[in-house]
């Protein structure tokens, strides 16, 4: 069983790093999942999408079968297919989607990220693992370019903000809330586009697509 490695110093922090095992439960749980699963990318998921984009998206972490699988956030999952549709509907995105990742998708303007970069048991990561995994978070959002940040769900919106610096009890999540942040960022919110989601109709497409539409003009603006 491969080590578990020390924090970085904060003059190491960047946007991924594929060898990231700051968190032990979730670095072991990798190791046996790959073990099982040989096939798997049983690694951190970078992000996907342009350094640049104006568009960041951040979600929850990978799932067991999707982005664990694939490596690519979105990609392998029931979530992957609302959420892209939707891309393509708004102009953030061109090309055929495969559930395997072996297609001609790209995004354009908008970038994909997590919250937290590894594959937590039953897609629940613990606090302490959200705020561990924050920094490349922090990086990512940093990066030029970025206008509206687009939060997944309730942990996505928390970690976003304290990614950005700021405290999470000043912006409350509401599905389809438009936060502008004193950066000069928005932060817009959404329900997670999970198949539970879906089939409970707590989010339906309709839902989802108001809150790209508000993300494009915001964009736009």
Same mark, same amino acid.
């Not at 996505?156 to 809330?177: N, Q, R, T």
């Given at each position: 069983?491969?080590?578990?490695?020390?924090?970085?110093?904060?003059?190491?922090?960047?946007?991924?790093?594929?060898?990231?095992?700051?968190? &032990?439960?979730?670095?072991?749980?990798?190791?046996?999942?790959?073990?099982?699963?040989?096939?798997?990318?049983?690694?951190?998921?970078p992000?996907?999408?342009?350094?640049?984009?104006?568009?960041?998206?951040?979600?929850?972490?990978?799932?067991?079968?999707?982005?664990?699988?694939?490596?690519?956030?979105?990609?392998?999952?029931?979530? %992957?297919?609302?959420?892209?549709?939707?891309?393509?509907?708004?102009g953030?995105?061109?090309?055929?989607?495969?559930?395997?990742?072996?297609?001609? *998708?790209?995004?354009?303007?908008?970038?994909?990220?997590?919250?937290?970069?590894? @594959?937590?048991?039953?897609?629940?990561?613990?606090?302490?693992?959200?705020?561990?995994?924050?920094?490349?978070?922090?990086?990512?959002?940093? &990066?030029?370019?970025?206008?509206?940040?687009?939060?997944?769900?309730?942990?996505?919106?928390?970690?976003? @903000?304290?990614?950005?610096?700021?405290?999470k009890?000043?912006?409350?999540f509401?599905? %389809?809330?438009?936060?502008? *942040?004193?950066?000069? *960022?928005?932060?817009?919110?959404?329900?997670?586009?999970?198949?539970?989601?879906?089939?409970?109709?707590?989010?339906?497409?309709?839902?989802?697509?108001?809150?790209?539409?508000?993300?494009?003009?915001?964009?736009?603006?």
């Amino acid at each position: 069983m491969p080590t578990i490695a020390a924090s970085k110093p904060k003059s190491a922090i960047t946007v991924y790093d594929a060898g990231c095992r700051e968190c &032990q439960r979730l670095a072991t749980f990798l190791d046996r999942v790959k073990e099982d699963n040989p096939a798997y990318f049983c690694k951190p998921v970078p992000p996907f999408g342009a350094a640049s984009a104006p568009l960041v998206i951040v979600g929850l972490a990978p799932g067991m079968h999707g982005a664990n699988r694939t490596g690519r956030p979105f990609t392998g999952d029931f979530a %992957g297919y609302l959420l892209y549709d939707t891309l393509k509907k708004f102009g953030f995105a061109r090309g055929t989607f495969s559930p395997d990742g072996d297609d001609d *998708l790209q995004l354009l303007g908008c970038r994909i990220s997590n919250a937290v970069k590894c @594959l937590p048991p039953d897609n629940k990561p613990e606090p302490a693992e959200v705020k561990r995994c924050n920094h490349f978070l922090a990086a990512d959002l940093a &990066q030029r370019g970025a206008k509206v940040v687009l939060a997944l769900g309730t942990v996505a919106h928390g970690a976003a @903000l304290m990614a950005l610096g700021m405290k999470k009890s000043a912006y409350d999540f509401s599905h %389809g809330a438009a936060h502008a *942040l004193p950066s000069g *960022l928005h932060l817009v919110d959404s329900y997670h586009c999970s198949r539970y989601n879906t089939n409970t109709r707590r989010l339906t497409t309709e839902m989802f697509e108001a809150v790209f539409a508000r993300a494009r003009a915001l964009v736009d603006a």
